[in-house]
C-alpha cells in the first residue's frame, strides 16, 4: 500500500509552547489529507480535513486558531498545536486520501505536554 | 448513542480459531464500511472495504454488511497471533470527501 509518514514520532514540549507535527505522502499525491486525534484505548476522533491549497474544515468543538492546519503541497499536512496544555497530550494521527475509498495513515505522532 | 457502536474487548482467543467482530451504527446514511487494524503505537491499516450490503471475501478476512440490520461484521479465519491487535470499524456517508467515522475498535489477543 501507498506510504504516509508523520514527524516527528514523539515529542515531550512545555505548556505553553506550540508544537508543529508534519504528515507527508511518500508515493502519492494528496490532495486530501486528514488529522485525527486518539486517546488511550479510545478511537479516533475527526478533527479537521486538510485540503491542498485551502483552507482545512475543522470538525464541531475543535478549535481552528488552536489546532493549525496547513496543506501547502500534494504531498505535506502540517498540524501547529499552538499554545499547549496538558489536556492536548495525545495520539495524533493523519492520514492521506489516495483514492476515492482508500485512505492511508501514518505512524502517529505521541504530544506529551508537561 | 454514538454513531458507531463496537465492543471494545479485550476478545481472546487461540490460535487457528476464527475471529468474529461487529459493529453497529444508528446513521442509515452510511454507505462505506471499512476495517481497519492498528497495531500499538501505530496507524490504522485498511484491511477491507464493502459498498452497501453483502459479503466480501479476501484470503482469511470476510467482511458483512446488513444495512437493514445497521450491522457489520468481520471474520478472521485459521487466527495467528500476528494476528493480535485493535480492530476498527468505519464507515462514511459518500465517497467525496471521504469524512470517516469509526467505532471504538476491538482489542483482540490471539493466543499460541
Known amino acids: 500500500g501507498a506510504v504516509v509518514s508523520q514527524h516527528p514520532s514523539r515529542v515531550i514540549c512545555k505548556s505553553g509552547t506550540s508544537v508543529k507535527i508534519e504528515c507527508r505522502s511518500l508515493d502519492f499525491q494528496a490532495t486530501t489529507m486528514f488529522w485525527y486525534r486518539q486517546f488511550p484505548k479510545k478511537s479516533l476522533m475527526l478533527m479537521a480535513t486538510?485540503?491542498?491549497?485551502?483552507?482545512?474544515?475543522?470538525e464541531q468543538g475543535v478549535e481552528k486558531d488552536k489546532f493549525l492546519i496547513n496543506h501547502a503541497s500534494l504531498t505535506l499536512s502540517t498540524l501547529t498545536v499552538t499554545s499547549a496544555h496538558p489536556e492536548d497530550s495525545s495520539f495524533y494521527i493523519c492520514s492521506a486520501r489516495y483514492s476515492n475509498y482508500e485512505q492511508y495513515f501514518g505512524p502517529g505522532t505521541r504530544l506529551t505536554v508537561t | 448513542q454514538k454513531e458507531v457502536e463496537q465492543d471494545p474487548g479485550p476478545l481472546s482467543v487461540p490460535e487457528g480459531a476464527i475471529v468474529s467482530l461487529n459493529c453497529t451504527y444508528s446513521?442509515?446514511?452510511?454507505?462505506?464500511f471499512m476495517w481497519y487494524r492498528q497495531y500499538s503505537r501505530k496507524g490504522p491499516e485498511l484491511l477491507m472495504y464493502?459498498?452497501?450490503?453483502g459479503n466480501k471475501e479476501d484470503g482469511r478476512f470476510t467482511a458483512q454488511v446488513d444495512k437493514s440490520s445497521k450491522y457489520i461484521s468481520l471474520f478472521i479465519r485459521d487466527s495467528q497471533p500476528s494476528d493480535s491487535a485493535t480492530y476498527l470499524c468505519a464507515m462514511s456517508r459518500s465517497l467525496a470527501g471521504n469524512k470517516l467515522t469509526f467505532g471504538g475498535g476491538t482489542r483482540v489477543l490471539v493466543k499460541p
Open positions: 486538510s485540503n491542498e491549497g485551502s483552507k482545512a474544515t475543522y
Open positions: 446513521n442509515s446514511a452510511f454507505q462505506y
Open positions: 464493502t459498498y452497501s450490503s
